[in-house]
């Protein structure tokens, strides 16, 4: 992106190369741009949609490094025990799968209270500033410990994972990437893809990524628990963050 211009964020619901469906505008709860001189809670007036694909115009301010995120309001979704325990497994929540295993119930058909919280971080111009850690608040969040515009082949970018705001130990979360072309600034929901690899965070709820591949990176994870709530069965809250290093 250029810096003072016209510009597009994409918000994708599923994976870099193909989205599920659009975010329809009353599931967003919070949205918000940072960057140099520059902070934006836009409403919907500017979004629209083409396919499965949400777009959001908007105009860059100064040359530096910008922070977007966006937050869900949570949904629910009944799942058949089949289903729902390879869901578990195909998204890594190792934790509630492995709960499922020990109780025996695995037959147990689940209602899942669900929300997403997605932050992308782009650059505009050659300017390198500091928003991209801006702490959004979020139920769960990453935020990276160093700038991933900086980052070079074989460079481990090291990240922490946040719940309100507070570090998470011993969480699962997942990092991959897509080698095809940068779309500009993306924002990414649910997305996971082949090349993923699995790390489980430190006592500080830190982790670090070897970029082994230059373009569009994300990590993530879901962080799921029993509902004390008789309407559901799980709340989840699930976390990504979508950057790329060139």
Known sequence: MKPESDAEV????????ESENVITRDRIQDFQMYGPNYYSRPDTSNWYDKGNVSYFKFKTGNSGTYLAGISTRPRRIELPASE???????????????ARKKGNQLDKPAVEQYAKHVKAVFQAGKMKTGHFQKIMGYPIEFVPLENPYT???NDY?????????KPLPGHWVY???DDG???GGEVESGAH??????FKTDSEGKFKVKISQYGKWYVRTIHMVPSANKAQDYISNWGTLTFEVR
């Open 175 to 177: 990092a991959g990437y």
């Open 181 to 183: 072309h940068s779309h």
């Open 157 to 165: 970018l090291e990240f922490q994972l946040l719940k309100h705001s």
């Open 10 to 17: 994409f918000l994708y619901n599923g994976t870099f190369s």
């Open 84 to 98: 729902f325990n390879e869901y578990l497994e195909h998204d890594g929540v190792r934790d509630i799968l492995e």
């Open 193 to 198: 893809n082949h090349n993923e690899r699995a």
């Open 151 to 153: 980052q070079k082949l």
